[in-house]
């Protein structure tokens, strides 16, 4: 049942508007809604079935980074971290690998995590090529995905399936 602790916690992170609280919506729904409240922070469990297996996990939608002393707990709580930026929006990429950094810094380990590139829809608004996220997640040692909350697909639940499957085998080798 979903009254027993989560087997996987995960921390979705990145600028605000995003797509954070859109891409966990499409995840757990296959809908998108247009509008959150960009200030909204909440948790969602949701049980998987990966490769054969049921996983009950726990997902933290986060918004305002600045209040960093929370987010340090955040940080410690987690297992798995969803790195998110905007493909339209520069200052959210580079935000994004500062991040990766201080998520390092705080477990004192490389940690696991998932790049995102989000809103791949809006292509004429491109400012962050394939190749660049794609160099970027080789050198923080992240998986790398672009996604479209709005129109959905297949990659975004495989950024949430890799992520498990990442922490699975680094929680099986410990
Ligand atoms: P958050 O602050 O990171 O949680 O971002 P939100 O999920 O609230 O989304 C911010 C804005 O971007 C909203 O207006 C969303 O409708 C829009 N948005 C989110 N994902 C996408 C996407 O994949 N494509 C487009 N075109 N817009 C998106
Ligand atoms: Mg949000």
Redesign the pocket.
């Known amino acids: 049942s979903k009254g027993r602790p989560p087997d996987c916690k995960i921390v979705v992170l ?10 966990i919506v499409r995840f757990l729904t296959n809908r998108f809604i ?3 409240d ?1 200030t909204l922070e909440r948790t969602y469990k949701h049980q998987v079935q990966l490769d054969e297996e049921p996983i009950l996990m726990e997902i933290l ?1 986060t ?1 305002g980074q600045e209040e960093t002393i929370q987010q340090e707990g955040n940080i410690r709580w987690a297992d798995g971290f969803v790195l ?1 930026y905007a493909i339209n929006d520069r200052q959210s990429f580079e935000a994004a690998g500062t991040l990766k950094q201080h998520l390092d810094q705080v477990k004192k380990t490389n940690v696991q995590c998932m790049l995102v590139g ?5 292509l004429h608004e491109r400012r962050v090529t394939t190749n660049e996220g794609e160099a970027l997640a080789l050198e923080l040692s992240c998986g790398f995905f672009e ?5 959905g697909g297949e990659e975004i639940s495989e950024v949430f399936h890799e992520l498990l499957r990442d922490i699975k085998r680094r929680k099986s080798v410990e």
């Open positions: 990145g600028n605000s508007g995003v797509g954070k609280s859109a891409l247009w509008e959150y960009p939608d918004a998110v989000n809103k791949v829809d809006l996604t479209s909350a709005s129109d």
